[in-house]
């Protein structure tokens, strides 16, 4: 007989960043006990008001401030932005974007440009490295041995002496006074 499967338990810090809030601001029961897998999927399909009320009016996450003003988490570290924003905040930024929101705006989605056209080129390269490749005829060989002498099996190199690698400096110095 098999032992009944342990639900998988969380850190309350692992489960907030999962339903998309701000810790410091659920209830102290969230953020003192772990949650069961289980519990978190019921949390997701039916949110109680805390919830509903924290993913409306926040404090919000930074994950979610940033996603929220179209910039990167690092955009807002650079522009200083450390706490967590309400709805209310997250909307007056975006009513009258300061400059640093402008700009990251732009880096943004300058970045997610990029982003989209490198991974338009990895599909391309990917399409082409499973299309069935067509074979290529092999060159005809041509003996560099005039006519006349035997070809040898193997593939000697003759030389008149030693052969030398590197840049001479491994040379042993002259036994000679």
């Known amino acids: 007989m098999s032992k009944p499967k342990k639900s998988q338990v969380m850190k309350p810090a692992t489960a907030a960043v999962k339903l998309d809030v701000y810790l410091p601001a659920t209830p102290r029961e969230f953020q003192e006990g772990e949650i069961s897998r289980e519990e978190l999927d019921e949390l997701q399909r039916n949110p109680p008001q805390w919830l509903s009320d924290l993913r409306r009016d926040g404090p919000h996450p930074r994950n979610v401030v940033a996603a929220r003003l179209r910039v990167s988490n690092s955009g807002l570290a650079r522009a200083g932005v450390t706490e ?7 909307t007056a930024l975006a009513a009258d974007p300061p400059e640093w929101l402008v ?3 732009e880096k943004h989605a300058e970045a997610l440009r990029e982003q989209r056209r ?3 080129r990895r599909a391309e390269a990917e399409q082409e490295a499973a299309a069935p490749a067509k074979p290529a ?7 560099a041995a005039p006519k006349g002498t035997k070809k040898s099996v193997f593939n000697v190199r003759v030389s008149s002496g030693p052969r030398r690698t ?5 040379r042993k110095p002259s036994s000679r006074g």
């Open 84 to 90: 967590a924003l309400t709805t209310a905040q997250i």
């Open 103 to 105: 700009l990251e705006r």
């Open 118 to 120: 490198l991974e338009s």
């Open 137 to 143: 005829k092999p060159a005809a060989r041509k003996s």
């Open 166 to 170: 590197g840049s001479g400096s491994s």
